[in-house]
Nanobody
Framework: QVQLVESGGGLVQAGGSLRLSCAAS????????MGWFRQVPGKEREFVAA????????YYKDSVKGRFTISRDNAKNTGYLQMNSLESEDTAVYYC????????????????WGQGTQVTLSS
């Protein structure tokens, strides 16, 4: 059974940082690309970042470029999203997702999803 478990969310002040983790089990992690998506109540889920299975291909949503960094540690079966210079617009539930090999920006291209972790920016 495939499981993706996110952690690292929380309450943070604007300008602060958080690192989200996504621990994967039940799959051969180094065969899977990982994506991070986020969703605000009442809005569609949106793409944030994605990394290919070997880490060579990375995509970012324009508004997070230069602030967020996606990475992975295949030895630990874990993916990461380092978020710096957080802004109020980054408040959302963040989800990690997995699909075979290639990184994609559409959520419909992903096969497995975590339960999400809340990130809230305080004013």
């Amino acid at each position: 059974q495939v499981q993706l478990v996110e952690s690292g969310g929380g309450l943070v002040q604007a300008g602060g940082s958080l690192r989200l983790s996504c621990a994967a089990s039940g799959l051969t992690f180094n065969n899977y690309a990982m994506g991070w998506f986020r969703q605000v109540p009442g809005k569609e889920r949106e793409f944030v970042a994605a990394i290919s299975s070997n880490g060579n291909t990375i995509y970012y949503k324009d508004s997070v470029k230069g602030r967020f960094t996606i990475s992975r540690d295949n030895a630990k079966n874990t993916g990461y999203l380092q978020m710096n210079s957080l802004e109020s617009e980054d408040t959302a539930v963040y989800y990690c997702a997995a699909r075979l090999v290639g990184a994609r920006t559409r959520d419909s291209d992903y096969d497995y999803w975590g339960q999400g972790t809340q990130v809230t920016l305080s004013s």
